[in-house]
């Protein structure tokens, strides 16, 4: 089945560290994007990239970096310089094109 | 600035009991509208694109309509499986490149 696919479900982060949130997608869509929720707020842009080797701030970037070698993965690194990084983590896809975005299952990055 | 306000935050039903959620939006250059349902802890499930003011789509005991400044959802005699945030949002055409703007969500709750 085509997806996307998020890993881990669940991340604990120490202070000072850097951890990596994968996803990975397999629907063939050239644009992939990272959101950030927190409770009682929207889904907030982090980054996004509509093709391999390029990608775009959103309206929250900072204390996040990306990459996106392959097509088909996008991951996102929560660097210490972000300094709230509690939330949960969405990554999306689309064709480049105003269609729908597809969502993964989320990962859920908490303090230690 | 890009505004989408979803009312109520939250809302209770009995099931059976038929209502509507309602998505306000300013942007310029509409490009889609779209709603999305999600169940805690999950990603967002896509469940409609709006493209243009009197458009209507349906899927089961959901409706989506659009206007000029805002969608509803109609939900026509809801199960306790309706129960979830339910999700709207736009994208603009302005924008170079394919992206979205989140309202806040309405938790529904439909009780047996």
């Known amino acids: 089945d085509g997806g996307i696919t998020q890993s881990p479900k669940y991340l604990f982060r120490k202070e000072g560290q850097n951890v990596t949130l994968s996803c990975e997608q397999n629907?063939?869509?050239?644009?992939m994007y990272w959101y950030r929720q927190d409770p009682g707020q929207g889904l907030r842009l982090i980054y996004y990239?509509?093709?391999?080797?390029?990608?775009q701030k959103g309206d929250i970037a900072e204390g996040y970096s990306v990459s996106r070698e392959k097509k088909e993965s996008f991951p996102l690194t929560v660097t210490s310089a972000q300094k709230n990084p509690t939330a949960f983590y969405l990554c999306?896809?689309?064709?480049?094109?105003?269609?729908?975005?597809?969502f993964g299952d989320g990962t859920r990055l908490s303090i230690l | 600035e890009d505004q989408v306000t979803q009312s109520p935050e939250a809302l209770r039903l009995q099931e059976g009991e038929s209502s509507s959620l309602n998505c306000s939006y300013t942007?310029?250059?509409?490009?889609?509208l779209f709603w999305y349902r999600q169940d805690p802890g999950k990603g967002p499930e896509f469940l409609f694109t709006l493209y243009s003011a009197g458009e209507e789509k349906e899927k089961e005991r959901l409706k989506a309509t659009l206007t000029k400044k805002e969608s509803f959802l109609h939900i026509t005699a809801p199960k306790p499986e309706d129960s979830a945030t339910y999700l709207c949002?736009?994208?603009?055409?302005?924008?170079?490149?394919?992206?979205?703007?989140f309202g806040k969500g309405t938790m529904l709750l439909v009780s047996p």
């Open positions: 990239s509509q093709i391999v080797n390029d990608f």
């Open positions: 949002a736009v994208h603009q055409r302005n924008s170079g490149y394919s992206t979205l703007t």
């Open positions: 629907l063939n869509h050239d644009a």
């Open positions: 942007v310029s250059g509409l490009r889609g």
């Open positions: 999306a896809s689309s064709t480049v094109s105003n269609q729908p975005q597809h």
